[in-house]
């Protein structure tokens, strides 16, 4: 027979879990208000022993990059000063006069610390810079790809200049677009999701890392037969053996893939992840340049670690993409890690700090 759970009893345990969660809030909050008043009476008994205020501390401990920057960052933002607060939103042109009131209200003489004013100035054009990237991006992003806008058109012809130049385009719609990794006849149904970036990504890595992405687009289209060792075949059976020996290495489809690979980079900057490398590759401001070229890396490393990964079919392409994004994240949590891209026609130079 089933035990009939009387109303005085279903109340009881109600209540017990309402307390209970009710107990839990009270204590987080406690917990919560004792360290933020622990770490601001910290922060008072270390500034009268030092003679330092905390972004003094972290800019005389830390080097430049990440590590000073992201410490920077995060000052400002925890602060309760307005002054200090709205710094990391503020105009790029504005930065200078900021860091002065910053000195003003922190009561740092300039004279007798010069070098203070020029770390805060360029942590700050970085915070600065890399909120305009997201801006940047994000627009670039949300604008569609326009069939009739001759700006955009040039650009398409381009990347196929670029990744074929052998081999003329019989006409605008063409079958011809899948050889470079698009999945119809019209390249413009395949930017839906990632907008104009994903195109000025590709067009990128097209023109300032040719070899690679020819290489890239090569190896794409290249399938080829798996290599077997003696050992692994005298341990399979002669069907396994036949069927193995034939199994071909899984291209993919290089436009795809490539806008795919501009979403997981907008993730990554959007999220915050990508401060770590940028903030260590940029001397000042992150600009679009910055992004793209971190684009053109993870093209790179994506290409490797899908062989490295040998994939049965497409199929298992979210697999690979979502193991190798948590390989990404994981680099990114080095306060000292820059992806580097691999190439010499960068405009810029990336350095592993």
Not at 9 to 22: A, I
Not at 32 to 50: A, D, E, M, N
Request: aromatic letters at 8%; one cysteine or more; a positive charge.
């Amino acid at each position: 027979m089933r035990r009939r759970v009387s109303p005085m009893n279903h109340n009881y345990q109600h209540n017990s879990h309402h307390q209970l969660d009710s107990n839990r809030v009270l204590t987080q909050f406690l917990v919560f208000l004792y360290c933020k008043c622990l770490w601001r009476g910290l922060k008072f008994v270390i500034r009268k022993v030092t003679g330092r205020c905390e972004l003094q501390r972290i800019c005389y401990n830390n080097k430049p990059g990440a590590r000073r920057t992201l410490k920077i960052e995060s000052s400002l933002k925890c602060s309760k000063n307005e002054l200090l607060q709205s710094a990391v939103s503020v105009h790029p042109d504005a930065v200078e006069k900021t860091i002065d009131d910053i000195m003003a209200l922190k009561k740092i003489n300039p004279d007798t610390n010069p070098q203070l004013a020029i770390s805060l100035q360029a942590s700050l054009f970085q915070i600065v810079g890399y909120r305009n990237l997201v801006l940047e991006v994000e627009k670039l992003r949300m604008e569609p790809y326009d069939c009739e806008n001759p700006k955009h058109e040039e650009m398409l012809m381009k990347l196929w200049k670029a990744l074929r130049p052998e081999s003329p385009l019989t006409g605008r719609i063409s079958k011809q677009w899948c050889e470079i990794g698009f999945q119809g006849s019209d390249p413009k149904t395949d930017f839906r999701g990632m907008g104009l970036l994903g195109l000025h990504n590709l067009l990128y890595f097209a023109e300032h890392d040719k070899a690679t992405a020819l290489q890239v687009l090569h190896d794409s289209l290249q399938p080829k037969h798996r290599t077997i060792s003696k050992e692994e075949a005298s341990k399979m059976s002669k069907a396994d053996w036949e069927k193995k020996k034939f199994d071909k290495a899984i291209g993919y489809s290089f436009a795809i893939v490539g806008i795919n690979i501009t979403d997981l980079a907008y993730s990554l900057l959007m999220s915050g992840a990508l401060k770590t490398h940028l903030y260590n590759v940029a001397p000042e401001m992150p600009s679009l340049v910055h992004f793209q070229q971190t684009f053109c890396y993870l093209m790179q490393e994506f290409h490797r670690f899908w062989i490295e990964e040998d994939p049965c079919d497409i199929m298992e392409f979210n697999r690979v993409r979502t193991k190798f994004h948590k390989r990404i994240l994981k680099q990114l949590k080095n306060p000292d890690m820059a992806l580097c891209p691999h190439f010499t026609a960068s405009d810029l130079h990336l350095v592993n700090l």
